[in-house]
């Protein structure tokens, strides 16, 4: 066990949280916490994790991980990669590829030009000589076919005017029958359902519908620990709430489709969803600590 795994370990003890309880709170797998607790780093996918693993472990017990990467770090891999020669071999390829084809490239504009013009050339000629042959043709076609169908419009407007003063004549003889219709009621949209969905020991899940909304607001009556993150493990808020200090938090998380909250002690602590208080499933007296989770699903949807 290193010395970075002790530390990490006495202070998670001194916050009285077992290694299960920390992987409901920073979503890492039981498994990898106890790597980092014994120094054993060699089943994390690699050394990137074992860092970010090691941030989240830290901020999860209120240390800075800026202060331990800095001491112990001896203990700690770096992050540094080893494929540089590999990029730098895949560059020299491309460039050796690139001198033998650039003499093409540059010609190739030239020619697709000129063939261009040369086809631009033909098109026009071609339209000049059959233009020229039927315009002369069309001319009197045009003019015959032009007077006969301005006779056929005249006709048509006579009798679409005659239709519309007979249609104006029977709309306001129907109009004068017909009773105004009553307005329809006006519809009060249903309000926001919060309901339990299911618990077990400290954890409870809950789900938000009919609700424009997903505003969670944390008040503390006493003094307690609160994590709000979102079920991306995205931290919006992690830190103690007292009501000698900062009393509450609020959240906005309407973008989001679920909210984690961890509640180091329920009984000095009130829960609100959208100015609606959270009436917890499982009596904070029998569980001091609870994990809850609320599953938001839009109005509109």
Known sequence: MTELGNRLKEARQEKRLSLDDLQSITKIQKRYLMGIEEGNYSSMPGNFYVRAFIKQYAEALELNP?????????????????????????????????????????????????VFVIGAASLIYFLVINYGKKSSQSINQDTAQTKIVQSEQLQKAKTKNKDNNTKKNNDKKDNA????????????????????????????????????????????????????????????FQGTLSTN?????????????????????????????????????????????????????????
């Open 245 to 301: 200090g900062t009393p509450d938090q609020t959240v906005d998380l309407s973008s989001d489709s679920e909210a984690v909250i961890v509640v180091g002690r329920a009984v000095d602590t009130d829960i609100y969803i959208n100015d609606q208080k959270l009436e917890y499933a499982i009596s904070p007296t029998d569980a001091v600590r609870q994990n809850i989770t609320i599953q938001y699903v839009p109005k509109n949807k």
């Open 66 to 114: 800026d202060e331990l990467f800095e001491a112990y770090k001896s203990e700690i891999p770096s992050t540094y990669s080893d494929d540089l020669p590999e990029q730098l071999s895949r560059v020299q390829t491309q460039r050796t590829i690139s001198d033998g084809s650039s003499k093409v490239f540059d010609l190739l504009p030239k020619i697709l030009i000129a």
């Open 177 to 236: 029958k017909v009773d105004n219709p009553p307005p329809p009621p006006e519809l009060t949209p249903p309000p926001q359902e919060l309901a339990v969905v299911s618990n077990s020991g400290i954890n409870a899940t809950y789900s938000l519908k009919n609700a424009d909304k997903f505003q969670v607001k944390v008040v503390s009556k006493g003094e307690t620990w609160v994590s709000i993150k979102n079920g991306q493990g995205k931290s919006y």
